[in-house]
């Protein structure tokens, strides 16, 4: 792949770099043979990318002509986000309080060239900021808090010739290892149809997909003509390597899914879970109103602030579900069966949040759990409840973990009320993939919640389907990726 430097003036450059074309700004956007070029990776040096700049319209126009560059708009606008600055620098924040404990003063600038700064004690540092905003040449400027902590207050470009004379040997050594490192690796990579990233949590306890599901998703794919990777966290600056993305991660709307989701959409990614579902899945406020809204049938349902706390004894009754608005794998869910029970489960609750949900407890042996994707049904199964418990997974005093069993249900087998209630609930939500958890008692269907990022566990959900469910996933990935493309959209 060819590399061209998108520079402000090439003379700001002192020496040539091996198999790299130093290319002025003005050259790059007006000269139409550049539009015709393929297979060319665009590093973006430019000294500023305010909108409307040069430099925004480098990344803007390599993005449209399929060069992919350094740094993406997605990053520009990231790095200008005090938003995203607030929530990458708390995400390491124990790096950067180690890497800057030594510093007397209450400010400091890192200068970062291609991830990596002259002082190899910021080696670490200077990487993983890389890694969340990568672009070519970085200035990071920190301050210290009056609590004495450092705060990253703002990342820019660094304009070529705004380097001082004494870096330029590492900036040249640091450029050329970058690029000879890419050429190294780029042969070994296979000659695939698109990119699929899937991203997880190789630490995470309850994790949506097992590893198992992970290389049935991965040779589903693979079977398709993808190249696939699973990525994590550290790879948020890379999210633009890719045509699609599959989160199999738990997600949150405060947390780096949400992040990574976001980032996949702004880049034209085909992405599994998007922005929107997880958004609207992870909320239980909102699903309760959807519901309600849509005449779905639920449990009594009430949406509480603290001055309704007395609601709920009185038109709910006891015993009663008390839930957190972003609660997941029945953590943040209690049972109150008598009012010492109620009291302490909401004071806990109204700690972490201003609204809570309240719903009357309808007792049933599992829970109907529906996979959907596309708005149609993929998969049917039922959850039973933990050992001598009222919900399916239940972790006791000393934090040992329970699971009542999964039974998988043919679709043809499964109730028609049930697989057409979690259509009703779910298709308001999009056409991601979801799995509705209902209970049916009496006679009538109830939808529990909407989740954007359902379990799929090798030897759980994939019971009757097999192999089949993966493939099933993988050719919706396909099928968007290529409607996307013959719109004109990401190539």
Known sequence: MDVLFVVDNPKDWPEDIPGVEIVPARHYLTDPRYGRRRGIRVQNLCGSYEYQSFGYYVSLLATAR????????????????????????????????????????????????????VA???????????????????????????????????????????????HWPSVIFFATEFFEKGRHRQPRRPVTRYDLAILHNPAEENPPSNDRALRRFQRA??????????????????????DALFIRETTNVHHHTYRFAQRAAAEGLVVMDDPDSIL??????FLAEMLSRHGIAQPRTLILDRSDADRVEREIGLPCILKQPDSSFSQGVFKASGRKELKQALEQLFTRSDLIIAQEFLPTEFDWRVGLLDRKPLYVCKYHMAPRQWKIQHTDGLGRTSYGGVEQVALEQAPPQVVHTALRAANPVGEGLYGVD????????YVIEINDNPSIDAGFEDGLLGEELYTQIMEVFLRRIEERKARGGRQ
């Open 221 to 242: 794919a693979e079977k398709l003509g993808f190249h696939v990777e699973r990525i994590t966290r550290e790879d948020y600056g890379r999210v633009a390597e890719f």
């Open 280 to 285: 609207l899945c992870t909320n239980k406020v």
């Open 66 to 117: 399929g060069h992919r560059p350094l740094p993406s708009v997605s990053s520009i606008q990231d790095m200008k986000s005090l938003t995203m600055l607030r929530f990458w620098s708390e995400d390491l924040d124990n790096l950067v309080q180690k890497s800057l404990s030594h510093i007397q003063t209450d400010k400091f600038t890192l200068s970062i060239y291609f991830g990596k700064n």
């Open 438 to 445: 209902l209970k049916q008692t009496g006679g009538k269907v």
């Open 120 to 166: 190899k004690h910021y080696d670490r540092l200077s990487l993983s900021l890389f890694r969340q905003f990568p672009s070519p040449l970085l200035r990071a400027k920190f301050v210290r808090s009056p609590g004495a902590r450092w705060i990253l207050q703002s990342l820019r470009p660094i304009a070529a010739n705004d380097i001082p004379d004494e």
